[in-house]
Nanobody
Framework: QVQLVESGGGLVQPGGSLRLSCAASGFTFSRYAMRWYRQAPGKERELVAA????????NYADSVKGRFTISRDNAKNTVYLQMNSLKPEDTAVYFC????????????WGQGTQVTVSS
């Protein structure tokens, strides 16, 4: 039973910080690249950050570069997204995604966690 369970979302004021967590189970976590996506109402789902399976290299959307940090702890089967200097434009549902590096490269999604940035 594959599961990706996000947590850590909530309401925060502009300039504040949140740390999202995604706990994975049911697959070989270390063989999957992990990603955070977000989706605001009326907008397409957007890739926010990614971290590779083998090298741990990271990539970020331009809109969050310098403010967000993705990391993973393979021993805990968990990926994190540290979000600092939050802006109202960051308001969205944030989704955890896993994509395998081995064929057929299975892909899994979490249920999402709401982040609201408002004064």
């Amino acid at each position: 039973q594959v599961q990706l369970v996000e947590s850590g979302g909530g309401l925060v004021q502009p300039g504040g910080s949140l740390r999202l967590s995604c706990a994975a189970s049911g697959f070989t976590f270390s063989r999957y690249a992990m990603r955070w996506y977000r989706q605001a109402p009326g907008k397409e789902r957007e890739l926010v950050a990614a971290i590779s399976a083998l090298s741990g290299s990271t990539n970020y959307a331009d809109s969050v570069k310098g403010r967000f940090t993705i990391s993973r702890d393979n021993a805990k089967n968990t990926v994190y997204l540290q979000m600092n200097s939050l802006k109202p434009e960051d308001t969205a549902v944030y989704f955890c995604n896993a994509r395998g590096i081995d064929l057929p490269r299975y892909q899994y999604w979490g249920q999402g966690t709401q982040v609201t940035v408002s004064s």
